[in-house]
C-alpha cells in the first residue's frame, strides 16, 4: 500500500446547527487506489466530498489531501484535485470544447497547454467530434464524459467522483466504469467516488467505506467486507441417501450446514478452499459427490447486514434531493 | 505529470474567462437580447409619443375654442370714451393662441427643461433598462447556482473575486451595451439634443452608467446567490422596478410631485442617473447640478457594492 494522500480526522459537517450530516469520520485513502464512499441517500457521502474539495467547510475537524489542510490551505488543495460533481455543471449554451477550455482558464493553465490537453482530453472522452456542438445537445452519458474531461484539465493527482454514474443507462453505465479503471491504470490517479450503486462499488473500488447516518460502519476491500459477513454458501449433492451433516461439519472452516432435499448449502469461510476439502472427506469415505457449486455473497448481503433494511425515509437536505433530481431529469432528457 | 508551477490561477485571467463566457451566453441568445431592448422601446414609442404635452398649448388646439365678440362700455376705460368698445372675438382668440404657446413652451421649459416630452423621457429609459439589466444579471447566479455551475468554479482555484466581479462586469457591459441601443433609437426618433451636447459628454453618460450598474448589480447578486428558486427574485423585481421608475424623474419631474413622493424620489439612486444622462445630452448643462448627480451616484454605488461584495464574498467562502 502506498503513503495516504487523503487523510480525515474527525470530520465534521452540522448544517444549522442541528442536522449533523457528517458525524466526526476518519479515514485513510492509500496513493493509487480506487477508495469508494457507499451509503444511501443522505447517508453524508456528497458532504464529505463538498469538504474534502474544498466547497463546505467542515464544522469540525480536520483533513489533508496530498498533505495540503482543506481549510487552510483550500487553494493549494483545489490546484491538485480534480472533481467531477454530481450534477452537470457544464454550460449548456457552450460548445464542450469551450466549457474545457473555461475550465482550463479557472486553473490558470497556460492558452498553449491548455489548447493541446483540451483536444487529448476530448479524444479520451470519444467527443472529439462533437467538440464543437452546444452541450444543449449531448446525451447524458456524453454530459458526463464532458465533466470527466474538465474534472482531468489540471492533471490531477486525485480524482474526486460524486456519484458518477447516476441515472445513466446500463451500457453508459459500463462505458464510464472503463474510463474510470483506466485512469487509475495508465496514470496512477488516485480516485475517491461516492456511489449508491452496489455493483459499481464492487466493480471499482479496491477499498470501501459504507457510510450511513454520517458515519463510517465499515472500511475494507470489498472482499474483506464480504468475508466479514461470514464466508461463501457452498451446495453440495451426495448420490447416496445418507445424511453426511455430520461429516462436512468436522471440516475446518465450516460455519454452518443445512439440509434441504438432496443438497447441503454450507456456509463457509473461503470457498474455494474449502469446498475440496469437503469432496475429499466425502470421498474418503465412499459418498460420491455429484453436484458443487461455491457463490460468493454480494455487497448486497454486505450492504443490507450493515445498512439495515429499512427503506429510507431521507431526511436529507432540500437542496441535496433538488440536485438529484435535476440531474436525473437531465440525464434521461435524451 | 503536473507541477504546481504550471498553474497561474490570476484573478484577471479567471475574470476574463468567467466574463467571457456570460457575454458569450449572452450573445447566443439573441431573443433575449431584443426583448430586453423591446421593452423600453415600446414605452418610448408609445408613451413618450404619445404623451404630447407640448401639444396641449398648440395654438391649433385653440382654433376651435369660439371667443364672442366683446363689447365693453366705453366709460370703464381709462381714460374714459364715449359709447361701446368692440372687440372683435377672433381677434382675441389670434392674440390667445400666440400667448398660449409662448406661455406652454415656458412651462415646458420650466418644469421639464426641454420643450418636448418624447425627449425628456426617452431618456429616462436609459435608467429604465439600466434597472432591468442590471437585476436580471445578477440574478442569473440562481441558475450557475442550481444547476452545480457555481460549486465546480468554487472547486477550482480561480479567485473568488473573478466569480464576483465577472457577474458584476458582465451586468454593467449589458448595461451599457442596451443604453447605447436605446439611446441611438431614441435618436432616430427624434430625440432633441442640446447645444451644450459634445461628443465628450457621452464619455460622461457611460460614467455615469458604469456607476449605477456596478451598485445594482452587487446588491442583486448579493440577494439572489442565496435563493435556489429564481422564483423569488423574479417576482421581487417585478414589484421593485414600477415603483422606482415612477418614484423617480423618469417620468415626470419631481418638482410635481407630492411631498412624501419627492421624499422618497430623491433617495432614488434613477432620479441622479436619469438627471446626470439628461444633463448631459438634451438639457442645458448645469455643471453643478451634474456634480451633484455624480456625488450622488458614486455614494450609492459604493455603498450597494460594499454591500453586495461582502455579503457575496461570505458566502462564496463560508
Not at chain 1, 50 to 70: C, Q
Not at chain 1, 91 to 104: F, K, P, Q, S, V
Not at chain 1, 120 to 127: A, P
Not at chain 1, 276 to 305: D, F, G, H
Request: aromatic share 8%.
Amino acid at each position: 500500500m502506498g503513503e495516504n494522500v487523503i487523510k480525515a480526522e474527525g470530520l465534521t459537517k452540522i448544517f444549522n446547527k442541528s442536522l449533523v450530516a457528517v458525524d466526526h469520520i476518519s479515514f485513510s485513502v492509500y496513493d493509487g487506489e480506487i477508495f469508494g464512499f457507499l451509503g444511501p441517500n443522505g447517508a453524508g457521502k456528497t458532504t464529505t466530498i463538498n469538504m474534502l474539495i474544498t466547497v463546505l467547510k467542515p464544522t469540525e475537524g480536520k483533513a489533508s489531501v496530498l498533505g495540503y489542510d482543506i481549510v487552510k490551505q483550500a487553494n493549494e488543495v483545489r490546484k491538485v484535485i480534480g472533481v467531477v460533481p454530481q450534477e452537470y455543471t457544464a454550460d449548456e449554451d457552450l460548445t464542450g470544447y469551450e466549457n474545457i477550455m473555461l475550465c482550463a482558464d479557472l486553473y490558470g493553465i497556460p492558452r498553449g497547454i491548455a489548447k493541446k490537453r483540451a483536444l487529448e482530453l476530448l479524444e479520451l472522452v470519444e467527443l472529439l467530434e462533437f467538440k464543437d456542438k452546444r452541450v444543449e445537445t449531448y446525451s447524458g452519458g456524453m454530459r458526463r464524459r464532458l465533466e470527466l474531461a474538465c474534472g482531468l484539465i489540471n492533471r490531477p493527482k486525485i480524482l474526486f467522483l460524486d456519484e458518477p454514474t447516476l441515472g445513466l443507462d446500463v451500457q453508459t453505465r459500463a462505458a464510464t466504469w472503463d474510463y474510470i479503471k483506466r485512469l487509475k491504470k495508465e496514470y496512477g490517479m488516485t480516485i475517491f467516488m461516492t456511489t449508491h450503486y452496489l455493483e459499481e462499488a464492487d466493480a471499482l473500488c479496491d477499498r470501501i467505506a459504507i457510510i450511513d447516518h454520517g458515519k463510517i460502519i465499515v472500511t475494507g476491500t470489498p472482499s474483506e467486507l464480504k468475508d466479514s459477513i461470514g464466508g461463501d454458501i457452498i451446495a453440495i449433492s451426495v448420490k447416496e441417501d445418507v445424511d453426511v451433516t455430520e461429516i462436512i461439519r468436522s471440516v475446518e472452516n465450516v460455519k454452518e450446514v443445512k439440509k434441504e432435499d438432496n443438497t447441503y448449502w454450507i456456509k463457509a469461510e473461503k470457498g474455494e478452499v474449502t469446498a475440496p476439502v469437503i469432496v475429499e472427506a466425502l470421498w474418503r469415505r465412499n459418498y460420491t459427490v455429484t453436484r458443487l457449486s461455491i457463490m460468493e455473497p454480494t455487497l448486497n448481503e454486505v450492504y443490507l447486514e450493515y445498512t439495515g433494511r429499512a427503506i429510507r425515509d431521507v431526511e436529507e437536505s432540500k437542496e441535496s434531493l433538488r440536485i438529484q433530481r435535476i440531474t436525473l431529469m437531465r440525464a434521461r432528457s435524451r | 505529470m503536473s507541477s504546481l508551477d504550471e498553474f497561474n490561477p490570476s484573478l484577471i485571467r479567471g475574470l476574463w474567462a468567467l466574463t467571457l463566457r456570460e457575454l458569450k451566453k449572452w450573445l447566443k441568445d439573441p431573443v433575449m437580447l431584443v426583448m430586453f431592448i423591446l421593452q423600453p422601446l415600446i414605452w418610448m414609442g408609445l408613451l413618450g409619443k404619445s404623451m404630447n404635452i407640448q401639444g396641449l398649448f398648440l395654438s391649433s388646439n385653440l382654433s376651435n375654442i369660439s371667443i364672442p365678440n366683446i363689447q365693453i362700455p366705453g366709460s370703464l376705460l381709462n381714460p374714459p370714451v364715449n359709447g361701446v368698445i368692440n372687440i372683435p372675438g377672433t381677434l382675441i382668440s389670434k392674440q390667445l393662441q400666440k400667448m398660449f404657446s409662448e406661455i406652454g413652451l415656458n412651462i415646458m421649459q420650466n418644469t421639464f427643461g426641454v420643450s418636448d416630452y418624447f425627449s425628456y423621457m426617452a431618456v429616462g429609459m436609459v435608467s429604465m433598462i439600466v434597472t432591468t439589466t442590471t437585476m436580471f444579471s445578477g440574478m442569473s447566479i440562481v441558475w450557475d447556482r442550481r444547476l452545480g455551475f457555481l460549486n465546480k468554479v468554487i472547486s477550482t482555484p480561480v479567485s473568488r473575486a473573478a466569480i464576483i466581479f465577472a457577474k458584476i462586469l458582465n451586468a454593467t457591459f449589458r448595461a451599457m451595451f442596451q443604453s447605447t441601443v436605446i439611446l441611438a433609437l431614441a435618436y432616430i426618433l427624434g430625440l432633441k439634443l442640446s447645444s451644450t451636447f459634445t461628443w465628450i459628454n457621452i464619455v460622461g453618460v457611460y460614467a455615469a452608467i458604469f456607476l449605477l450598474s456596478v451598485g445594482l448589480s452587487s446588491i442583486f447578486l448579493a440577494f439572489s446567490i442565496r435563493s435556489t428558486r429564481m422564483e423569488r427574485p423574479m417576482q421581487f423585481v417585478g414589484l421593485i422596478t414600477m415603483p422606482l421608475m415612477f418614484a423617480s424623474n423618469i417620468f415626470f419631474p419631481i418638482s410635481l410631485m407630492p411631498s412624501w413622493m419627492q421624499t422618497i424620489a430623491r433617495i432614488n439612486p434613477l432620479t441622479y442617473l436619469t438627471d446626470a444622462v439628461r444633463q448631459l445630452t438634451i438639457l442645458q448643462l448645469e455643471p453643478s447640478a451634474l456634480i451633484v448627480d455624480f456625488t450622488c451616484l458614486s455614494i450609492f454605488a459604493a455603498i450597494l457594492a460594499t454591500i453586495g461584495i461582502v455579503l457575496s464574498w461570505k458566502y462564496l467562502t463560508k
